[in-house]
């Protein structure tokens, strides 16, 4: 997937992007997140609720600020997602490149998993532009 460049330094970038509590406002497929866990850490959980109205559980896997963080959704048993972002320090900014992976273990779902491989990343990459555009707006002071 191609990196996203965000024009703040790597570290805002890393502890906006690892907070689930700043994801409805970049995730267009959420509505809001419900914590489990208040402290950012490996380990931490909470429940997105999306607009289709699926509430995937979620976990922080990896969080090694400020360069690589982690999480992990399920979804009833019959689905699990992860997505993987890694932030690499660029003379403007930063760049931050996305990894997801997605697996359907029961049908009729597990039909829908190449269509969800080819959809995603375009969905991740428009997320994460979003969440460049937020931040660079309130570096400007907008």
Same mark, same amino acid.
């Given at each position: 997937?191609?990196?996203?460049?965000? &024009?703040?330094?790597?570290?805002?970038?890393?502890?906006?992007?690892?907070?689930?509590?700043?994801?409805?406002?970049?995730?267009?497929?959420?509505?809001?997140?419900?914590?489990? &866990?208040?402290?950012?850490?490996?380990?931490?959980?909470?429940?997105?609720?999306?607009?289709?109205?699926?509430?995937?559980?979620?976990?922080?896997?990896?969080?090694?600020?400020?360069?690589?963080?982690?999480?992990?959704?399920?979804?009833?048993?019959?689905?699990?997602?992860?997505?993987?972002?890694?932030?690499?320090?660029?003379?403007?900014?930063?760049?931050?490149h996305a990894d997801f992976s997605v697996e359907l273990s029961r049908l009729p779902e597990r039909l829908a998993q190449p269509l969800l491989r080819?959809?995603?990343?375009?969905?991740?990459?428009? &997320?994460?532009?979003?969440?460049?555009?937020?931040?660079?707006?309130?570096?400007?002071?907008?």
């Open positions: 997937m191609e990196p996203v460049a965000f &024009d703040v330094p790597v570290e805002v970038a890393f502890d906006y992007l690892a907070d689930p509590r700043n994801r409805p406002e970049w995730q267009s497929s959420l509505r809001r997140v419900e914590l489990l &866990d208040d402290q950012v850490t490996v380990g931490q959980r909470w429940v997105d609720v999306t607009v289709p109205g699926l509430c995937p559980r979620m976990e922080t896997t990896v969080l090694d600020r400020p360069s690589t963080w982690s999480e992990r959704g399920q979804w009833r048993g019959r689905a699990t997602a992860e997505l993987r972002l890694v932030f690499v320090a660029s003379d403007s900014g930063c760049q931050v080819r959809l995603a990343p375009y969905a991740v990459r428009s &997320d994460l532009r979003r969440a460049s555009r937020i931040l660079s707006g309130r570096a400007a002071g907008h």
